[in-house]
T-cell receptor
Framework: DAKTTQPNSMESNEEEPVHLPCNHSTISGTDYIHWYRQLPSQGPEYVIHGLTSNVNNRMASLAIAEDRKSSTLILHRATLRDAAVYYCILRAYNTNAGKSTFGDGTTLTVKP | GAGVSQTPSNKVTEKGKYVELRCDPISGHTALYWYRQSLGQGPEFLIYFQGTGAADDSGLPNDRFFAVRPEGSVSTLKIQRTERGDSAVYLC???????????????FGPGTRLLVL
């Protein structure tokens, strides 16, 4: 499985934008990029996913580099409720696509 | 609507005992996944089902771990002869379409916290 690399932790101030980076230099052409987040004592929660084009939804935006070797999750205005561990995951279009390989993610701290 | 539910929420057992962890997926979801999460780490894949059959069980750590989904809905993860190293949060997820679809969203339950003394 292609591997992702994320910083261990990041800090943000409330109501400011947050850019969470992810490197995936070994991504293949059919791998989808997914982001999940996990709030304390809860299961992971879907945030957003994309293949090649940038994506927007009500929670966040996903910016994908032109060569697809990196991506950035953008929270436009961080709130205290956004404090969580954020996981960047690649899902491949093959027989193993049913599983998601999580790394250790980025722990986001939001300061009031 | 109802999300993925898992029971029990917490389980304390003694080394060597047998435990069963239950997962109720979102109604109509055909794919079901089990993950294990140790403290401070990301979830680790164990097994996933498409319908009643295990499509990929490559993450099960050894033959003490077994999972079933006899009617294609509820799933049970079974751990025999538990060891202290099995202590973790066991997460279940489900998805609506064909398991293996790389754009599919997985919906996770809150997990079962297993502590083996």
């Amino acid at each position: 499985d292609a591997k992702t690399t994320q910083p261990n932790s990041m800090e943000s101030n409330e109501e400011e934008p947050v850019h969470l980076p992810c490197n995936h230099s070994t991504i293949s052409g059919t791998d989808y990029i997914h982001w999940y987040r996990q709030l304390p004592s809860q299961g992971p929660e879907y945030v957003i996913h994309g293949l090649t084009s940038n994506v927007n939804n009500r929670m966040a935006s996903l910016a994908i580099a032109e060569d697809r070797k990196s991506s950035t999750l953008i929270l436009h205005r961080a709130t205290l409720r956004d404090a969580a561990v954020y996981y960047c995951i690649l899902r491949a279009y093959n027989t193993n696509a049913g599983k998601s390989t999580f790394g250790d993610g980025t722990t986001l701290t939001v300061k009031p | 609507g109802a999300g993925v539910s898992q029971t029990p929420s917490n389980k304390v057992t003694e080394k060597g005992k047998y435990v069963e962890l239950r997962c109720d997926p979102i109604s109509g979801h055909t794919a079901l996944y089990w993950y294990r999460q140790s403290l401070g780490q990301g979830p680790e894949f164990l097994i996933y089902f498409q319908g009643t059959g295990a499509a990929d069980d490559s993450g099960l750590p050894n033959d003490r771990f077994f999972a079933v989904r006899p009617e294609g809905s509820v799933s049970t993860l079974k751990i025999q002869r538990t060891e202290r190293g099995d202590s973790a949060v066991y997460l279940c997820a489900s998805s609506s379409g064909l398991a293996g679809g790389p754009s599919e969203t997985q919906y996770f339950g809150p997990g079962t916290r297993l502590l083996v003394l």
